[in-house]
């Protein structure tokens, strides 16, 4: 089994396979546009996933695989960082075949999941099939530094090749009703923001977990954060994101406790935040990421994806000093 970085030379690239069909005379019901969108529809997705450390890979799975969630997508192959995960993947996730060089699923997938828990692994191991055309999902965070993701996505762009990434809670329908609660609430000066987080873990430290306390803090209060700092307190640690509006957002990283809260200060006196909506089954987040690899439309903007790394960026550099970091996209 190779590690992450040694096939990266050996992959090539692929052809992006196409397919036309006609529309026949009998589909006399429906429209040219509906029966194009119904053939996209049915279109069967092969998804290829690098990455079985973490253990989205089991539920991607199972939600594709076990129980089918959107007919016609499955997961056909893995390539895992040792043998033991991928195989743990292939038994619990019902994924049929495993690879030991991701170079083994050029031209035999139509999607790509990469996977791994540290996000330093992500865009080189996706780099080969992107050039290559293959609509692909980065599980979060996107990526560990900025500089790297901008050449990343310039290079998606100039190719045509779909890409995203987001957190789980961010792109989620709580996620969005909480931001159009927010739009209604008036003028917010102070956001506390609580969840998990471990600034010494060692899959990227705040980036790891940390992305989902600030992703869906920008989904409902925007994206425009100047500066960042860090509070450590012996193992405890909490974060200040001052925004260009002057309104402050608290961030508390829990230690103690699993899931996430968040509170606003309005006229009215402080509020919690809670989703007043069912979250759909499959889930946005899914669903959002099946959409893109059946039609390419990418459910999150660039720019977007780029200023939560920075953020991320910033905080990393602030919880080896405590100081104010400016956010640098």
């Not at 995960?85 to 292939?90: G, S, T």
């Not at 997938?109 to 865009?123: S, T």
Request: proline fraction near 5%; hydrophobic fraction near 40%.
């Amino acid at each position: 089994m190779e590690t992450r970085r040694s096939f990266i030379g050996k992959l090539g690239k692929s052809a992006v396979l196409s397919a036309c069909a006609s529309i026949p005379a009998v589909a006399t019901a429906m429209t040219a546009g509906e029966y194009s969108r119904k053939k996209q529809e049915d279109k069967p997705i092969r998804i290829g996933i690098i990455g079985a450390e973490n253990s989205h890979t089991i539920g991607f799975g199972k939600l594709f695989n076990i129980e089918k969630k959107f007919p016609g997508v499955e997961v056909l192959y893995v390539w895992g960082e040792t043998e033991e995960f991928a195989r743990n993947a292939m038994i619990n996730g019902g994924i049929p075949n495993m690879v030991s060089d991701p170079g083994e699923m050029t031209g035999k997938i139509d999607a790509l999941i990469v996977d791994h828990r540290h996000p330093k692994y992500h865009l080189e191991a996706a780099t080969p099939f992107v050039k290559a055309g293959i609509p692909t999902f980065i599980d979060k965070p996107f990526c560990y530094r900025v500089s790297e993701g901008k050449e990343f996505l310039a290079m998606a762009r100039d190719l045509g090749t779909p890409i995203t990434s987001y957190s789980s809670i961010a792109q989620s329908d709580a996620t969005f009703d909480m931001k159009e609660q927010v739009e209604a609430l008036g003028e917010i000066n102070h956001v506390i923001r609580c969840g998990p987080a471990d600034l010494e873990s060692q899959y990227g430290g705040i980036f790891f977990y940390g992305v989902h306390c600030v992703q869906p803090l920008m989904y409902m209060f925007g994206e425009e954060i100047e500066r960042v700092r860090i509070t450590k307190n012996g193992k405890n640690a909490g974060a200040n994101l001052a925004y260009k509006n002057g309104m402050l957002a608290t961030i508390i990283f829990k230690s103690l406790h699993y899931g996430w809260e968040t509170f606003v200060e309005t006229k009215e006196g402080v509020i919690e935040l809670k989703s007043r909506v069912d979250e759909a089954d499959p889930p946005r987040n899914y669903t959002d990421m099946v959409e893109m690899f059946r039609t390419g439309k990418e459910p999150r903007s660039h720019q977007s994806i780029l200023n939560c790394v920075a953020v991320l960026e910033a905080l990393e550099k602030s919880s080896t000093n405590e100081k104010w970091e400016e956010v640098m996209v």
